[in-house]
């Protein structure tokens, strides 16, 4: 009777443990040895897991989550157990919400001074990072922005840069062009600053997703002429209020092509800030779209599994007229190894009221 009693006030104060560490978005810990043994043991037995040493969660509770907020419990945790400790790379980028694939999430990284060098191990990689300004985010200490953005700029190909590139000069209050001169001076010594300082380069901040991003990157790198970002257009049944569109490419004959990134999650994140249905949310979608036919110009849709599949990305763009240079395709491939620091842009300008030619923007850096 006495072990019974005793195993069930153990259960209780475990079930306090992981409530406390669920309601502030963390795994559970404890500094007692006595209950880290319990929680070590039910571990082993399965009922509970282990995202990390000394750090624990409900299987349930666990399994529910997105591995972007596994990441964050386990970074909250860390911190409160360390609360000296700094988070770099693609954990501070977590906190900054600048968009990480998930992939990347599986290690937290912790940045380390030169006078306080420490070795990596298990799912925590340390990085010297010196002279930088530290931020709290939600009560977490990470890298500056710049620093952040930098780091994880400076080790990504260009397609899944762009779209860190786009977020972090829309969160910043400097131009992409004097981003990429702090990348100069914080990445002395440091490899991979020609890719972060190129990659910045061709940042928007207007660019409000990560599919339009992505899409954009593949259209520079597949030579397609760029559209402008986020454009205004009247409503054609009520003037006085306007449609946004994500882009829209000038025709070298002076008409239009609308493109829209059609990614569902932008219905479920739409219907869950106005408090409607995701169905009502897309229904919506479809009257907008159907409206601004009435302008004539075609509407290209661009999925993420469109995205995927770089042939099709390709002739979808093509069927719908988007113009390409095979010229360019070749010059962006030459200054990816060459000159990686430099950019270069493909667009078409209107010069004369029937006469719209193509202009390639090139920045050396």
């Excluded at 925590?124 to 985010?137: A, G, K, L, Q, T």
């Excluded at 990348?183 to 991979?192: A, D, E, Q, S, W």
């Excluded at 240079?325 to 962006?332: K, P």
Aim: aromatic share 8%; hydrophobic share 40%.
């Amino acid at each position: 009777m006495k072990w019974s009693a005793y195993g069930a006030a153990n259960d209780r104060m475990l079930d306090a443990l992981f409530e406390e560490a669920e309601h502030q978005g963390r795994c559970a810990y404890s500094t007692d040895a006595r209950v880290r043994c319990m929680l070590n043991r039910r571990a082993r037995l399965g009922s509970i897991v282990r995202p990390a040493e000394g750090l624990f969660a409900r299987k349930n509770h666990w399994l529910g989550l997105k591995p972007d907020t596994r990441a964050l419990h386990i970074i909250k945790a860390l911190q409160a157990l360390h609360p000296g400790w700094v988070f770099c790379h693609e954990s501070a980028a977590l906190l900054w919400g600048l968009p990480m694939p998930y992939a990347s999430l599986s290690r937290t990284h912790i940045a380390t001074t030169p006078r306080d060098r420490r070795s990596s191990r298990g799912d925590i990689v340390r990085h010297c990072i010196s002279n930088d300004d530290v931020v709290v985010i939600d009560g977490i200490l990470v890298t500056s922005l710049v620093r952040t953005a930098f780091d994880c700029l400076r080790k990504r190909p260009f397609d899944h840069g762009l779209p860190i590139a786009d977020r972090a000069a829309a969160l910043s209050d400097l131009s992409p062009t004097q981003l990429q001169q702090r990348f100069r001076k914080i990445g002395r010594g440091c490899t991979g600053v020609q890719r972060a300082i190129g990659i910045m380069g061709y940042a928007d901040a207007k660019s409000e997703s990560w599919l339009e991003s992505y899409a954009r990157a593949l259209m520079i790198t597949q030579g397609f002429s760029l559209p402008r970002l986020q454009v205004e257009l009247p409503r054609p049944l009520d003037p006085s209020r306007v449609y946004r569109v994500d882009f829209l490419w000038d025709m070298p004959d002076g008409s239009h092509v609308i493109g829209e990134a059609d990614g569902m999650r932008k219905y479920h994140e739409d219907a869950e800030r106005s408090g409607r249905s995701a169905v009502s949310t897309l229904a919506d979608e479809q009257h907008r779209e159907a409206e601004l036919t009435l302008y004539g110009f075609p509407v290209l849709r661009i999925s993420y599994d469109d995205t995927q599949h770089i042939e099709t990305f390709v002739d979808k763009l093509m069927c719908y007229g988007i113009p390409r240079s095979s010229e360019i395709v070749e010059a962006i491939r030459k200054l990816a190894t060459q000159n990686p620091a430099s950019s270069l842009r493909y667009t078409h300008v209107h010069l004369k009221p029937e006469i719209f030619e193509g202009l390639v923007h090139f920045v050396e850096e």
